[in-house]
């Protein structure tokens, strides 16, 4: 799981607020849904019944409630694009719940392009529509597209903070950090919450700042209600912070305390499994990793599994688990997921295929060629194959600015001979 995912999800939630104040504002004032349109839009999605730990938790009531009432609304007025905003918004966040993207995603966007296609003259309607439709091809690593649809809310409305969001995270991934700077300044400003204060973390960790990286998402923490889905997403993302620099201690402790608050939270669990891997307590790690899978089919629980098995040198179970991952990214392309980064990943650290690695991570570059942590992955690439000049070009674009990883540590170690 990407770090830069987080600031997507946190997104939502900026979406979800604005979308129930809509619909509060037009149901106190008695005001009828717009009638400018001709046709409304029937064919709604269902929402998908969840299982196990997740159908426990205390939001899967309400949700259930929530998707109920909003399907009735629809069914009753199918031009009540309210109500089909605030819908496709729970399912943008049921898809990160459940970790059901490839249900989830196409089921949201279905229903965001049947608002626009409707051409609703409301600029809110318009507004809402263009800055969810950002948000979900943000999650689908469609960033051009994200790019655009953010640029085209912001010209209907500069002073809403979730568009600056939407830019911050399509530049962040185009490699456009000048411009993601910007955008968060100015979010910062006009709404010093969880959702800006997460960027500003994870832009100051990839300009060399570690802590003022800790810093800001503490700040994003203390933002959030404890328990939260979001939040918790932040502790668990100031845990991989304190992780991935060797704080073994703090991040165990973000993870536990994420776990008090929220049980069901696999992406916690599975960040124990880590820390278990990286102290060598292998069973523990596997056990834990495996609890998480079973919460949510979330595709890096498995990766941390294989690592487990390729720590323990048992290639078969690593070449097994490399298959249901190669099976499950997939699916998720099926759905209009570009996942070549990923699977590019698994060729390199499991299947050590630098090829085909190569093949996919070369696609990327040509579409995002400043982008950090895709020459990062190309530099990998280009030491397992040997190459040491393309290797410190790749590298020299991706510590640019500063950004220091324990890859890029590992990298400029076996470049410099030592």
């Known amino acids: 799981m990407n770090r830069q995912y987080s600031a997507y999800v946190i997104c939502l939630t900026a979406i979800l607020a604005a979308l129930v104040s809509l619909t509060m504002a037009c149901n106190s004032t008695g005001n009828a849904v717009p009638t400018d349109i001709a046709a409304g839009i029937t064919d709604i999605p269902a929402l998908k019944i969840r299982e196990g730990m997740l159908a426990q938790a205390d939001d899967w009531a309400i949700v259930q409630t929530e998707v109920a ?18 819908l496709a918004a729970i399912y943008m966040q049921e898809a990160r719940t459940t970790g059901e993207h490839p249900y989830y995603y196409p089921a949201a966007l279905q229903i965001l392009d049947g608002i626009l296609a409707q051409k609703p003259k409301d600029p809110d309607i318009q507004l809402q529509t ?37 830019l911050v995270d399509a530049n962040v991934e185009l490699g456009n950090y000048a411009d993601a700077v910007k955008m968060s300044d100015k979010m910062s400003a ?32 203390e933002a959030g209600v404890p328990g939260a ?9 100031l845990g991989e912070l304190y992780r991935r620099h060797k704080d073994l201690k703090n991040a165990e402790l973000q993870y536990n305390m994420s776990l008090q608050l929220r049980p069901s ?66 699916e998720d392309r099926k759905s209009g997921h570009n996942v070549n980064l990923e699977i590019a990943k698994i060729h390199l650290h499991l299947g050590n295929d630098a090829q ?28 397992a194959q040997q190459d040491k000049v393309a ?20 990298l400029q170690k076996q470049l410099s001979g030592n």
């Not at 689908?140 to 655009?148: G, I, S, V």
């Not at 006009?190 to 994870?202: A, E, G, N, T």
């Not at 093949?359 to 030491?383: D, G």
């Open 356 to 383: 085909k690695a190569k093949i996919l991570a070369a696609s990327e570059y040509a579409k995002r060629p400043e982008n950090i942590s895709i020459n990062e992955l190309m530099a990998q690439i280009a030491l």
């Open 229 to 237: 889905e979001n939040t918790e997403w932040c502790r668990f993302t």
């Open 391 to 410: 290797a410190k070009a790749y590298l020299s674009k991706a510590t640019r600015t500063g950004y220091q990883s324990s890859e890029t540590i590992e």
């Open 69 to 86: 009432q909003l399907r009735e609304k629809i069914a009753k007025n199918p031009q009540d694009y309210k109500s089909m905003l605030y």
């Open 265 to 330: 939270y696999a992406f916690a669990q599975n960040g124990l499994a880590e820390i278990a891997l990286a102290r060598g307590e292998y069973d523990r790690a596997l056990t834990l990793s495996e609890q998480a899978a079973a919460v949510m089919p979330e595709f890096s629980f498995y990766e941390t599994q294989a690592r487990v098995y390729q720590a323990q040198n048992q290639p078969e179970k690593v070449k097994s688990l490399t298959s249901d991952l190669l099976d499950m990214l997939s």
């Open 130 to 166: 263009l800055t969810s439709k950002a948000s979900v091809c943000l999650s689908q690593h469609d960033f051009k597209q994200a790019l655009a649809l953010g640029q085209e809310a912001l010209a209907l409305n500069d002073k809403f903070a979730a568009v600056y969001g939407v």
């Open 190 to 221: 006009m709404r010093p919450d969880l959702r800006s204060y997460s960027r500003v973390s994870y832009l100051r960790e990839l300009h060399g700042d570690y802590e003022g990286a800790l810093a800001a998402m503490r700040l994003a923490v």
